[in-house]
């Protein structure tokens, strides 16, 4: 069974499966790609690229609304180990998953500033930092409040200037 969606600029592809395919209860993801590797910093989201993930959950709870989790996927910023943003994938009718479910997300994640190591105030151009690299550790949690490994992102460059 296969849903699309779109909701909170995330797009989601599922597919359930018939037969059991032995995935655990616990969420699995795997980094897959952003669409572009440099976006401009500033703090008015002028500039954004899409972050792809493959998940799979052996129970599929994932997405259903239930137990009140309400962000399912958690961006968090590699250079300040701070919670960058949040998302809630769609619902995902239960009726249809009986031993699983796997596929890819998508979410459009926007700029941010660049961090000088001087101690200049992020989001200015100073002239001896042309750029910051910027990765995200991700995570997906399902419905019962299992969380998957954290993952990392391959990096994007800020452009300061």
């Known amino acids: 069974m296969k849903f699309n969606s779109l909701v909170l600029f995330a797009f989601a592809g599922f597919m359930s499966c018939a037969t059991d395919p032995g995935f655990s209860d616990t969420p699995e993801i795997e980094f897959i790609s952003f669409s572009k590797d440099t976006m401009v910093q500033n703090s008015l989201n ?3 690229t899409f972050l792809t993930i493959a998940f799979r959950d052996g129970d599929g709870d994932i997405g ?3 137990n009140g989790v309400s962000e399912n996927i958690v961006l968090t910023d590699s250079r300040t180990g701070t919670v960058f943003d949040r998302f809630k994938i769609p619902d995902i009718p239960v009726s249809g998953i009986q031993s699983g479910i796997e596929g890819e997300i998508t979410m459009k994640v926007f700029t941010t500033c660049c961090i000088f190591p001087d101690g ?3 989001c200015l151009n ?3 930092f042309k750029s910051n690299e910027l990765s995200f550790e991700i995570e997906m949690i399902d419905d019962n409040g299992n969380r998957s490994g954290k ?3 391959s990096t994007i460059t800020l452009l300061c200037d």
Request: aromatic share 0%; proline share 27%.
């Open 64 to 66: 259903t609304g239930k």
């Open 151 to 153: 993952v990392i992102s």
């Open 126 to 128: 100073p002239p001896d």
């Open 46 to 48: 002028t500039d954004s």
């Open 120 to 122: 200049t105030p992020p």
